[in-house]
């Protein structure tokens, strides 16, 4: 059978994507990828076995269609006409939609295609809508409603033939929004961990932290991830020890004003922004690291959350210290690999980092329990096993 799997962002460096693509192609299935994002020109390439076909389409123009997807249809219709003109020349059997707000496109290809339609449900977006600095700000603020994204989200939601949710928690707020659950699958963000195993390591990035006890932060830097009360607890932390570093990696919206957070409290020198990494320099960064950190503030998004970064800190030994969303909360304490706090507390923050700084003991007892909860349960092999049992199952 031939996917093709549609996405709007660059290909690579979406990891779940790549960690589907790859297991569907290992399982005997023909995978391309529709990828719209800010790429400086238009062109169909072949990644590890994998057709691309990329078309470029401004970051600006592409968040200012998925905010007003459930008011203007411009969306639906520019996703919709991309599929088709690929179907032109090559025709798929499936098609896989990654994030509800390229869902509406199914309503319009349903009614020209024959295909099995799947949608992959990244994180509840409306939830992660209310989060956004961009959405919430004026003037994108006054044109998005989200009594009519709620509205669209039930009724795209019926136009699949199955759907893929990353955790429990959002499965189960989807069967409340009327998706029968035989056809809803949880496949979580857990860990290839043979992939990782394969990356080499940097040593430059190792000598640069491997002297220090080192807080580290993976992933985007957005408003609901509550990096500023992290930043103010390294006050205390500063004031504890010079050993003691807060590394940050990734970008986004929230930089400036994180940086400028930092040189406000007097903590340049101990908090580290590396910017934007690939997954191969990841691996290094969490060698070289002591605790890894998911200090999200809670939100519905939030409190439904599957991160990637969590599996990693976990794969990689490192004491999860992380707030109290629902979601990582149940991980974090059903696998005793860490220590929970409330969102938003920077004395809270700090007092477990000051504990764990001096008792090692419990830090490898953290380490342990995460390490044997990947290799047992979270790890891509059993995921990669449930997306195969739908393709599976839906072919025949």
């Known amino acids: 059978m031939k996917v093709l799997m549609v996405l709007d962002q660059k290909f690579p460096p979406d990891l779940r994507v790549e960690k589907e693509a790859s297991s569907l192609l290992k399982a005997g299935y023909e995978v391309s990828i529709l990828s719209m994002g800010d790429y400086d020109k238009s062109e169909t390439v072949t990644i590890r076995g994998v057709k691309v076909y990329r078309v470029a389409l401004s970051k600006f123009i592409g968040n200012k269609m998925h905010g007003l997807a459930a008011m203007i249809p411009w969306l639906d219709i520019y996703v919709a006409n991309q599929v088709l003109k690929i179907f032109r020349t090559n025709k798929y059997d499936v098609i896989h939609m990654h994030d509800l707000y ?8 349903r009614k020209k295609l024959k295909a099995i339609f799947i949608g992959d449900l990244h994180e509840n977006y409306i939830d992660a809508l209310r989060d956004y600095k961009w959405s919430t700000t004026y003037p994108n603020k006054l044109f998005i409603s989200f009594k009519k994204w709620e509205k669209k989200e039930k009724e795209w939601l019926q136009l699949f033939d199955h759907l893929i949710a990353v955790n429990e928690g959002m499965r189960q707020k989807n069967i409340l929004k009327g998706v029968n659950e035989k056809d809803i699958t949880v496949v979580a963000n857990s860990i290839d961990t043979k992939q990782f195993d394969e990356y080499g390591i940097d040593q430059s990035i190792i000598e640069k932290f491997k002297p220090f006890f080192t807080l580290i932060y993976i992933g985007g830097f957005i408003s609901n991830r509550g990096l500023e009360h992290v930043i103010k607890g390294m006050v205390e932390l500063k004031n504890l020890s ?3 570093r807060l590394v940050l990696v990734g970008d986004g919206e929230m930089r400036e004003t994180l940086e400028a957070l930092s040189k406000e409290y007097e903590v340049e020198d101990v908090v580290m922004f590396e910017g934007f990494q690939s997954q191969e320099k990841i691996k290094s960064y969490l060698l070289s690291s002591d605790i890894g950190l998911v200090p999200f503030k809670r939100t519905p998004q939030t409190d439904n959350s599957s991160s990637n970064k969590l599996y990693q800190y976990m794969y990689y030994g490192l004491p999860i210290l992380a707030t109290n969303c629902t979601s990582v909360k149940k991980m974090v304490e059903e696998n005793n690999c860490g220590v929970v706090y409330e969102d938003g ?16 003991e419990r830090i490898k007892k953290y380490s342990v ?8 349960k979270f790890n891509w092999k059993i995921e990669e096993d449930k997306l195969i049992s739908i393709y599976d199952s839906l072919k025949a």
């Open 102 to 109: 390229l869902f509406g496109a199914i309503k319009i290809l």
């Open 242 to 244: 010079k050993k003691i």
């Open 345 to 360: 507390d920077s004395i809270g923050f700090s007092k477990h980092v000051t504990e764990l700084f001096k008792d090692p």
């Open 369 to 376: 329990n995460g390490i044997n909860a990947v290799e047992n």
